[in-house]
């Protein structure tokens, strides 16, 4: 069974940074697409940012372009979000996800717990 799970999530000032941290059991990097979405109450979950290991292809919002950065350890099966100079906006409750689609973004995989990023003004 492919279970993310999510972690790395707190409560920062704004301006502060987090890293995320997504292990991704069940389940092989090679050829996938793997990414982070998030998701406020009464919203639709939203692709942040993701990358299709298939073709190299890295896809940012334009809200966190330049300043959240993706990166993945394949051999570890962890997928990462570097982000920094984050915004009160950017508070969400942050979810990974991986399938076998030609990506970049996993719309179709399994999502985990997900973890709470709350920033402060």
């Known amino acids: 069974e492919v279970q993310p799970v999510e972690s790395g999530g707190g409560l920062v000032q704004a301006g502060g940074s987090l890293r995320l941290s997504c292990i991704v059991s069940g389940f092989s990097f090679d050829g996938a697409a793997i990414g982070w979405f998030r998701q406020v109450p009464g919203k639709e979950r939203e692709a942040v940012s993701c990358?299709?290991?298939?073709?190299?292809?890295?896809f940012y919002d334009y809200s966190v372009k330049g300043r959240f950065t993706i990166f993945s350890d394949i051999a570890k099966n962890t997928l990462y979000l570097q982000m920094n100079s984050l915004r009160p906006e950017d508070t969400a409750i942050y979810y990974c996800s991986a399938d076998r689609g030609y990506g970049p973004c996993p719309y179709f995989g399994s999502w985990g717990q997900g973890t709470q990023v709350t920033v402060s003004s």
């Open positions: 990358i299709s290991i298939r073709n190299g292809e890295i």
